[in-house]
């Protein structure tokens, strides 16, 4: 008996088993699929983006803990820009071929804020007049904005969180600036994406949106401050990753659509400067930063202004030391 008519049967009702596979990127959607993909990797850019558009791990503090108390807090509100694509004269194709089209980008303004917690784990050891190797655990949570405007339309929840660790390696001392590594993830709300219609060239039209979107950011950075009375000087760099799951789906007219999960990673590097000013016990710090260069996935379409390009941001906040003193 012949295997093969049977094993094609068993491998046809395996694949008709999973959900909509070979309907979206095949035969007459896949320039859809194409479009909706790079939408995908501009939405993940962006919301990653602005997770990680921070300076100092705690605001206006480069240094660990170390001696100076058990814990501290800080709360900021950030304004970064954000860039929605819009449809204006692009087509889909219908003729099971790829094409490229140039998406314009509204670009605007957007706030959030955060909450970030240091809590003390070790003092780390004395090197003369100062200390190495103190650890702290830092926490976070964050309320982010939707990326509306343009011809898409996130919604979700606002709230995610953080947790890291800081290690010190310095502590700063009349000569020395404090200096510290910090590493850190970040979980961001699950997002949805509805995007206006957009006509195919055989005068029907697609329907593209994000399902069921997950972003989970891994990153470093290194920082230094000084101390110069009230005043305190700041700065860092580092370098992210976002990890994001999206479903992304197209719904037609005129021909079957579909949907399928995919996955995308991208690499970010980050700069900021900052300057602080102690207040009795509260201490006011602004800090100035940018998101910019690394990899994102390559894409097929163009957009005005890259979800590549960099990101500037401002932070404003204030820093609390809790519970015990410094000793």
């Known amino acids: 008996m012949n295997a093969r ?5 068993a491998l046809t009702l395996a694949l008709a088993g999973c959900d909509d596979y070979g ?5 007459n959607l896949v320039d859809a699929c194409s479009k909706v993909r790079d939408l995908a990797t501009v939405v993940t850019v962006q919301l990653g983006d602005e997770a990680v558009a921070t300076g100092n791990a705690i605001i206006g503090q480069g240094g660990a803990l170390g001696n100076k108390g058990r814990m501290e807090a800080s709360f900021r509100a950030k304004v970064t820009s954000k860039g929605s694509p ?32 240091a809590l003390r784990v070790s003092r780390g050891d004395r090197v003369g007049d100062t200390r190495i190797a103190a650890l702290d655990l830092i926490g976070g ?23 890291g660790a800081r290690l010190g390696i310095l ?19 699950k997002f949805y994406a509805t995007m206006q219609s957009l006509p195919t060239d055989s005068g029907g039209s697609v329907t593209l949106s994000l399902n069921n979107g997950e972003i989970l950011t891994t990153g470093w950075r290194l920082a230094a401050s000084k101390q110069l009375g009230r ?5 860092g760099l580092g370098r992210e990753t976002y990890d994001g799951t999206v479903q992304i789906a197209v719904d037609a007219s005129s021909i079957p659509g579909g ?9 970010r590097n980050t700069a900021f400067v900052g300057g602080s000013l102690g207040m009795g016990r509260a201490t006011l710090a602004a800090e100035l930063g940018s998101v910019f260069g690394g990899k994102i996935p390559s894409l097929n379409n163009t957009f005005e202004e890259s979800p590549a390009a960099a990101r500037a941001y401002l932070t404003l906040g204030v820093r609390l030391p809790i519970g015990k003193q410094p000793e």
């Open 231 to 235: 005043f305190g000087i700041s700065g």
């Open 23 to 27: 309907l979206l990127c095949e035969g």
């Open 5 to 9: 008519p049977i094993a094609c049967a």
């Open 86 to 117: 819009q449809f204006d004269n692009v087509t889909v194709r219908t003729d099971a071929t790829v094409g490229s089209s140039t998406f314009g980008v509204d670009t605007r303004p957007a706030t959030s804020f955060a909450g970030d917690f």
């Open 171 to 189: 502590q700063e001392t009349n000569s020395l600036p404090a200096v510290s590594l910090t590493g850190m993830f970040r979980t961001l709300p």
């Open 259 to 267: 949907s399928e999960t995919i996955n995308l990673t991208a690499r």
């Open 141 to 163: 949570f964050s309320v982010t904005p939707h990326l509306d405007g343009g011809s898409i339309e996130t919604n979700g929840s606002s709230f995610g969180v953080s947790l």
